[in-house]
T-cell receptor, first 113, second 114 residues
Framework: DQQVKQNSPSLSVQEGRISILNCDYT??????FLWYKKYPAEGPTFLIS?????DKNEDGRFTVFLNKSAKHLSLHIVPSQPGDSAVYFC????????????FGTGTRLTIIP | DTGVSQNPRHKITKRGQNVTFRCDPI?????LYWYRQTLGQGPEFLTY????????KSRLLSDRFSAERPKGSFSTLEIQRTEQGDSAMYLC????????????FGQGTRLTVV
């Protein structure tokens, strides 16, 4: 039962262009969504989050959009830089889940110089 | 370094052996989580502590797994009678209750059961 889905295992984007990573979820009780970035042999690093009462949150080059009716969120990175190459995980917190996170399977982003 | 620290970073063990991993959270964090990540998957929740109390365990945590957090500081995760299916990256994260966006992960312990 995959409650958080990232349907694109990989994505390649030219340096300087926009990277768009997508995430879908099924559990209506999720109230907080987070994006993590992971380099090989390291733990996930928190990137940006959004509460379910908002539809957009922006932090520098990173913007997360939430469409509750579609149960869909996306992470936009603009402009993309070579250091952005990593695996990106979408995660969600349930209102009644004691703040544990449910993760998607990840999208490997490669920025082409 | 004041981040979450996990030891060892890598562990290779023979099937049937017991292994123990350690996690040292950020000192003021009262919540500590264990996750497991297998190849091609995202991290999956195993268990979590608030201070020294273990408050939730996933169904993924079979009877061979046990976790402790004595005195609400560091935590250990023990796997008894390891099986090849236990091979994974074991991740620890810590946070303050009510502040989930500030959950910090350690670098993980990669377990290989041969």
């Amino acid at each position: 039962d995959q409650q958080v889905k990232q349907n694109s295992p990989s994505l390649s984007v030219q340096e300087g262009r926009i990277s768009i990573l997508n995430c879908d979820y099924t559990n209506s009780m999720f109230d907080y969504f987070l994006w993590y970035k992971k380099y090989p042999a390291e733990g996930p690093t928190f990137l940006i989050s959004i509460s379910s009462i908002k539809d957009k949150n922006e932090d520098g080059r990173f913007t997360v959009f939430l469409n509750k009716s579609a149960k869909h969120l996306s992470l936009h990175i603009v402009p993309s830089q070579p250091g952005d190459s990593a695996v990106y995980f979408c995660a969600a917190r349930s209102l009644f889940g004691n703040e544990k996170l449910t993760f998607g399977t990840g999208t490997r982003l490669t920025i082409i110089p | 370094d004041t981040g979450v620290s996990q030891n060892p970073r890598h562990k290779i063990t023979k099937r049937g052996q017991n292994v123990t991993f350690r996690c040292d959270p950020i000192s003021e964090h009262n919540r500590l989580y264990w996750y497991r990540q297998t190849l091609g998957q995202g991290p999956e929740f195993l268990t979590y502590f608030q201070n020294e109390a273990q408050l939730e365990k996933s169904r993924l945590l079979s009877d061979r797994f046990s976790a402790e957090r004595p005195k609400g500081s560091f935590s250990t995760l023990e796997i008894q009678r390891t099986e090849q299916g236990d091979s994974a990256m074991y991740l620890c994260a810590s946070s303050l209750a009510g502040r989930p966006t500030e959950a910090f992960f350690g670098q993980g312990t990669r377990l290989t059961v041969v």
